[in-house]
């Protein structure tokens, strides 16, 4: 370790994850000390230190780029781009954390390790969004998946919930498995596993070729694109709900984060290979969520299927790949974490003495009985099909924009028709709350003012974003022009 | 009151006041309705500001108002108000009241949703008609779904699940074709321009490559804007939506949709599609007058077999809806004003269809007409009324269907006289199908029980056709109240579509064939125009 020094070390680089990581602790001791009816008071520590983290890493954006090691080839690289992920992340998990505590007291899980876990898991997130080596992704990675394997089987009495844990564990570990053996491949050719290195040394090899090609079914099983997708819906359906919003949204965003890092700085994106490899996954995810979305009775199974559409529409701004295109898809995560997170923070309120409430027609009627509920479930089918002033229709004329820029006509007219069939099942959940007499009783628990809270957070960012996008697409278009430059 | 926000304050002023019902507590629940009425009065006063210091004499828009909202995409909101939207937005701040009013005894459940939604609704119909910058007209184009969609779904009739989701559907996907066409104009017009920019004023100058053969540019853009338009109208064939919805909506619900968002379709015709490709519309002229033909002889057709009054009305919708665009597509000044005139007209004596059909139902709770008949002596004050009405929209002279129809035929027949001669039979079809069943109704025996002992309109029910029986007769006897105030936006409008069409083929340099197609065929309809 000679010419190491701890001189070289930027600590500030790490912040943000530090944080986290130092909040998981953190949560773990006081989890000792403090009473079993006081559990809420955790979910309070976590949120706060995922508010500490998130001004910590607005406060570093001036500086950026931070690198941990001043080296020519850093394994993190705080910058703009990785602060916007934070952002989406911590939001992402601050409201999965906020919609949760209610739900565990119902369910009879409200265990400390819950709190941790997520903590755990968010900061295996923050590190996907920073990395610039591929080692440090895969570490990544694994901080992340593996509290979320846990997380997703926490309702352990429920055989649904273990099945869920189970399946996603075992098909994780393969994906894992196959994503570093593509990196030990990258690594045979160009002898290098940071990014950098990766593009300066890179030559189509069949090795290289092969390597990139398992790298995509590791990332393509994270975002759960198709035909890597198998495991959404069961998974989706068995963990509990919070967690499932938790990884529609944090998974699929960091997954992200590391998926474009990765395919711009090492690989070149608008290569005609992958670019025509991501052309197919695209219209394959798009076409197949929405199509099996429209069988669906259970509202969880239904929001999988949306979420593996939602990928695809994400996949076509990558196929653009001009900066346009990746502004587009940042946005498009940031609006998609909203409006997900509300429409299962509507699911998660259903819960009645234990038991979910995951039939479709369990909404019924909801609207006249719980109006704002039902109005805000509104905002988010609405947002999710993409009808205007929504974020979610923003999101989708900006990726259908950058596209049509691009040259890719033909994708943006499926992916249209896509939005027209997806536009089917919102609207049946819409109709069944507000035409059906209500099938079970709907009465009102006791007060969830977190959850509520995170409730209008998502229904107003969700009608902010709609009518006035331009601050925050600003912000995704200097966070990629940071990772471009 | 400042002349540069008032047209923002009539679109906004019904979600304003939509806002304040939705946060009234719920003991105020009396008050609703006056409420709503209140808010949807004060916009029709406010709009006849508009009316009073429109400028006849302008051809361009009046009442901008704008303001930047995304400008680093050149997306901002803008409004603006000339001679063919005047009267569509009078048109629905005049009958939104109407039909709140009609709704005070047949909307029993959810009233507050449903007031809400109708003002959310007048207010979204009102930015579609006075955007201009095409953004801005999309999201109000495609958020108008959604009411529409809870009106027939949670107001409607038995199958109305089925309808409200057909609507939906059918015309999302006209409509996210739109978008896209949309934004590859407005890319065109960065390459052009370097600069991006949805304001419908600039995108007009943008060049749109058109070629022979329909796998060109401006081909494309025409049927993709075409194809949400004709959804909307609807022409034939793409109007099955439209009898599912009607028969399916409340009478409120029915009214609205007849009267003013089949219009949009129209509006969406003559406002982009032919000024923006004025040669893909030449080019395809031909197939669009055809489609407005067999609209207008089909919807008549068919209109005749119904067993129902309430899709009787609708089908005769689709024949007028023909007449329209008929007089649309006649490209010159007559086929315009008349085009233009019997938006109007269709709207106010369909609406008044729609009314006096919702009543009757209100009172036997059915429509079909073999379980009426003779109502004209248990109810003569709705048998006359209903009877100016039928007259109205057949066409009679004196009223306002008369002076439409008459321009349509005129301007159609200077330039396509087969297609005239054949839509002239649609007006006789039209006398048939709407007299055979006021005679089925109203006269003959009255030999049910039930149809004897039924009450004749109250006093509000009455006020509320009056009110639109006033504005048919006073367009029949005036109809230079409207056209000196649309004429000068329809002149301009065929300059524009003259211009236009006269540069692309110029600069496209395939001179000989689209001189053929577009050019010759604008040059040809120049010289034949009147003015």
Redesign the interface.
């Known amino acids: 370790m000679t010419g190491f020094s701890m001189a070289a070390i930027d600590l500030r680089a790490l912040e943000p994850i530090l944080i986290v990581s130092g909040g998981a602790l953190l949560v773990l001791m006081l989890d000792l000390v403090i009473p079993r009816r006081g559990r809420a008071a955790l979910a309070a520590v976590t949120v706060g230190t995922m508010v500490l983290a998130a001004v910590s890493s607005v406060a570093l954006w001036g500086e950026t780029p931070l690198r941990f090691m001043r080296q020519a080839h850093p394994m993190l690289h705080l910058d703009a781009y990785a602060i916007f992920f934070n952002l989406i992340l911590l939001t992402g998990a601050v409201l999965t954390v906020l919609a949760s505590v209610n739900y565990l007291e119902e369910v009879g899980a409200h265990h400390g390790e819950y709190y941790v876990l997520i903590l755990c898991a968010v900061a295996g997130m923050m590190t996907m969004a920073q990395a610039t080596d591929l080692v440090m992704i895969f570490l990544g990675l694994e901080m992340m998946s593996i509290p979320v394997y846990v997380l997703a089987g926490f309702n352990r009495r429920l055989v649904k919930s273990n099945e869920a844990a189970l399946k996603y564990f075992l098909l994780g570990a393969f994906a894992s498995g196959i994503f570093l053996y593509g990196i030990a491949m990258i690594y045979g050719t160009t002898g290098a596993t940071d990014l950098a290195s990766i593009r300066a040394a890179w030559k189509p090899t069949p090795l290289a070729l092969a390597g990139v090609g398992l790298l995509l079914v590791g990332f393509g099983f994270k975002i759960s694109s198709v035909p890597f997708h198998m495991w959404t819906p069961d998974a989706y359906e068995g963990a509990p709900t919070p967690i499932t919003g938790f990884m529609a949204v944090g998974v699929k965003a960091a997954a992200f984060a590391a998926f474009l890092r990765v395919f711009l700085v090492a690989f070149d994106l608008s290569a005609e290979k992958v670019n025509a490899l991501l052309w197919v996954f695209a219209l394959a995810t798009m076409t197949v969520g929405n199509v099996a979305a429209i069988a669906q009775h259970n509202i969880k199974r239904m929001l999988a299927y949306s979420s593996i559409a939602h990928a695809g529409y994400v996949l076509v701004g990558m196929v653009a790949g001009t900066a346009a295109g990746e502004a587009a898809v940042l946005y498009y995560l940031l609006a998609y974490a909203f409006m997900n997170l509300g429409a299962f923070a509507v699911v998660i309120l259903l819960v009645r003495d234990g038991e979910e409430r995951q039939e479709i027609d369990d909404l019924a009627a909801l609207?006249?009985t719980r109006p704002a509920l039902g109005l805000a479930m509104t905002l988010f089918m609405?947002s999710l099909g993409g009808?205007?002033?929504t974020a979610g229709?923003t999101g989708k004329?900006y990726i259908?924009?950058a596209a049509?820029?691009a040259g890719d006509?033909w994708l943006?007219?499926l992916a249209?028709?896509n939005?027209?069939v997806s536009?089917?099942y919102y609207?049946?959940v819409?109709?069944v709350m507000?035409?059906n007499e209500p099938t079970r009783d709907l009465r009102a628990t006791g007060p969830s003012t977190a959850c509520g809270l995170a409730l209008l957070v998502s229904a107003a960012a969700t009608i902010i974003l709609g009518i006035?996008?331009?601050g925050a697409?600003?912000l995704a278009v200097r966070s990629v022009r940071a990772l471009i430059s | 009151m400042p002349t540069e926000n008032l047209l923002t304050c009539v679109t906004f002023l019904p979600l304003a006041g939509a806002l304040v019902l939705l946060v009234l507590p719920a003991a105020a629940e009396k008050s609703f309705r006056g409420l709503a009425l209140a808010a949807s009065l004060a916009t029709f006063a406010l709009s006849l500001v508009l009316w009073t210091r429109f400028d006849p004499s302008s051809g361009g828009f009046q009442f901008v108002h704008a303001a930047p909202w995304i400008p680093e995409y050149g997306i901002e909101y803008k409004v603006g108000l000339d001679g063919i939207s005047l009267f569509l937005v009078l048109l629905t701040t005049f009958l939104v009241p109407i039909t709140l009013v009609s709704a005070w005894t047949d909307i029993t459940r959810h009233v507050r949703a449903f007031l809400v939604t109708m003002l959310a609704l007048e207010t979204l119909m009102l930015g579609a008609f006075v955007s201009i910058n095409l953004f801005l007209f999309y999201i109000f184009w495609e958020a108008m779904l959604l009411p529409m969609y809870l009106i027939i779904g949670i107001w409607g009739g038995p199958r109305r699940v089925y309808a409200a989701v057909k609507f939906f559907l059918y015309t999302l996907v006209g409509s996210l074709l739109l978008l896209v066409a949309l934004i590859y104009l407005y890319l065109l017009h960065h390459q052009q321009f370097g600069s991006w920019s949805f304001d419908l004023l600039r995108l007009y100058e943008v060049h749109i490559p058109f070629g022979p053969g329909w796998w060109n540019p401006q081909t494309l853009l025409f049927m993709a804007f075409a194809l949400a338009f004709a959804v909307k109208v609807p022409m034939w064939p793409l109007h099955t939506w439209l009898p599912d919805a009607h028969v399916e909506a409340p009478t409120s619900g029915s009214v609205i949709l007849a009267a003013i968002l089949l219009k949009m379709g129209a509006y969406g015709f003559l406002r982009f599609s032919l000024p923006l490709f004025p040669d893909a519309t030449a080019q395809l002229m031909p197939w669009l007058i055809g489609l407005c033909v067999i609209g207008i002889i089909y919807g008549a057709l068919v209109a005749m077999v119904q067993a129902d009054v309430k899709k009787l009305v609708a089908y005769s919708s689709v024949s007028h809806l023909g007449f329209v665009m008929l007089g649309i597509f006649a490209l010159n000044a007559q086929g315009l004003s008349g085009g233009l005139l019997q938006m109007i007209n269709h709207g106010l004596s369909t609406g008044a269809l729609f009314l006096l059909v919702g009543m009757i139902y209100e009172r036997r709770h059915t429509r079909e007409i073999a379980q009426l008949g003779g109502l004209a002596k248990p109810l003569p004050i709705y048998a006359a009324l209903f009877l100016i009405v039928t007259l109205s929209s057949i066409g009679l002279p004196g009223l306002n269907g008369f002076v439409g129809e008459f321009l349509i035929l005129l301007g159609a027949f200077k330039t396509h006289p087969w297609a005239a001669s054949l839509s002239a039979t649609g007006v006789i079809l039209a006398a048939v199908y709407m007299l055979w069943m006021v005679q089925r109704v109203f006269f003959g025996p009255c030999d049910r029980v039930e149809n004897r002992s039924l009450l004749d309109l109250d006093l509000r029910e009455i006020g509320v056709i009056l009110a639109v029986v006033i504005p048919i007769v006073w367009l029949g006897v005036q109809p230079g109240l409207f056209t000196s105030r649309t004429d000068a936006t329809l002149a301009a409008l065929m300059a524009r579509v003259e211009a236009k069409s006269a540069k692309s083929w110029k600069g496209s340099g395939q001179a000989a064939a689209p001189a053929a197609h577009g050019g010759g065929r604008v040059a040809a309809i120049q010289e034949r125009r009147l003015r």
């Open positions: 609207g006249y609405l009808i205007p002033p229709f004329f259908f924009r049509l820029e006509t943006v007219i249209v028709l939005s027209a536009m089917y609207l049946r819409i109709g507000y035409r006035f996008p331009a697409l600003d």
